[in-house]
C-alpha cells in the first residue's frame, strides 16, 4: 500500500480473538514473501506458547504451495519448514479464499494494511534472483513500449500490435506482409521500386486494406468466406479463413508479378 509492504497474523483460541501482531516489511519484498513472514511469525508464535495442536490458516495458496514443495530452494522458507517439522506439537496449514467474509482472514488483511502505516521497518529482505529477472524484465519492455511508440517507422504494423509482448506472433511469409504492409502491395512497391502505387483494378491506391477488404478484383473469392467485412484487417486476421485468403491474394499477386 503506497509502495509499502506489512503482513499480519491473528491469534483465536476457541473462536475468541486473543492476541495479533502486525509487522512492515522492507518495501522491495513482494506480497508473497510477506505472506511467508506472516506465516514464519506465527509459527514462532506456536513455538513460544508452546501451543500442543495449532492451525494456520492463510489465503496464500502459493505460500503453502511452497511450503510443502520438495524441490523449495529459497533458504528462508527452508528455515521455516525445518522449524515446523522439528515442533513437537501439532501444526497444520489450511487455505481459505481471501475476500469471503473469513473473519480471521479479515481481520488479518485489515491489521497488514494497517501495518504499511508503521514508520520502522521490522523485517528486512534482500531482493531475489527472481526479482531481480522481474524487475529488469519490466523495466526492458516499459523501454521497448516507449520507443516503440515514439517511434515513426512501422506505422502500419502498430495498428496490429500497438503493445509490446513477448508473446509470439503466429505469421508466415504471407500473413507479414499484412502486418507490414511490406513485399507485394503497391504501396509498397511504389515506394521502394517506383511502380504504380494504383492496385491492379485501378479504382484506389494498392495497399492490404484495400485489396483484401474492398478490390472488386478479389470479390467473388472474398464472397463465398461469409465474413463481415465492416470489421477491421486485426479482427479478421483472427479467422482462420480469411487468413488462408489472404495468403491466396498475395500469392496471386506474386504470380502475377512475376509473369
Not at 483484401?212 to 467485412?229: A, F, I, S
Request: aromatic share 10%; hydrophobic share 40%.
Amino acid at each position: 500500500m503506497n509502495g509499502r509492504v506489512g503482513c499480519a497474523f491473528v491469534l483465536y483460541v476457541d473462536n475468541i480473538d486473543v492476541d495479533s501482531s502486525t509487522f512492515r516489511v522492507s518495501d522491495n519484498c513482494s506480497v508473497f514473501m510477506a505472506e511467508v513472514f506472516a506465516i514464519y511469525k506465527a509459527v514462532e508464535e506456536i513455538r513460544i506458547r508452546n501451543l500442543e495442536c495449532a492451525d494456520i490458516i492463510s489465503d496464500s495458496r502459493s505460500a503453502l504451495m511452497a511450503l510443502n514443495s520438495l524441490r523449495e530452494r529459497r533458504n528462508f522458507i527452508n528455515e521455516l519448514k525445518r522449524k515446523v517439522i522439528a515442533y513437537q506439537g501439532i501444526i497444520n496449514f489450511n487455505w481459505v479464499r481471501a475476500h469471503r467474509g473469513t473473519v480471521g482472514n479479515e481481520r488479518a488483511d485489515v491489521l497488514a494494511k494497517s501495518a504499511c502505516e508503521k514508520e520502522i521497518v521490522d523485517a528486512f529482505f534482500d531482493t531475489t534472483k527472481a526479482e531481480i529477472k522481474y524487475e529488469s524484465k519490466r523495466q526492458a519492455l516499459s523501454l521497448w513500449q516507449e520507443r516503440w511508440s515514439l517511434s515513426r517507422k512501422g506505422t502500419i504494423t502498430k495498428k496490429f500490435f500497438s503493445k509490446v509482448s513477448l508473446k509470439r506472433v503466429k505469421g508466415d511469409f504471407y500473413i507479414n506482409q499484412v502486418y507490414t504492409g511490406h513485399g507485394i502491395f503497391r504501396t509498397y512497391q511504389n515506394r521502394f521500386f517506383g511502380k504504380s502505387i494504383e492496385c491492379h483494378c485501378g479504382e484506389a491506391v494498392g495497399d492490404a486494406e484495400h485489396v483484401l477488404l474492398r478490390c472488386r478484383l478479389w470479390g467473388p473469392d472474398r464472397e463465398p468466406l461469409g465474413l463481415k467485412l465492416n470489421l477491421s484487417l486485426l479482427e479478421l486476421l483472427r479467422v482462420e479463413k480469411f487468413r488462408q485468403f489472404c495468403r491466396f491474394v498475395i500469392q496471386s499477386l506474386l504470380n502475377r508479378e512475376i509473369n
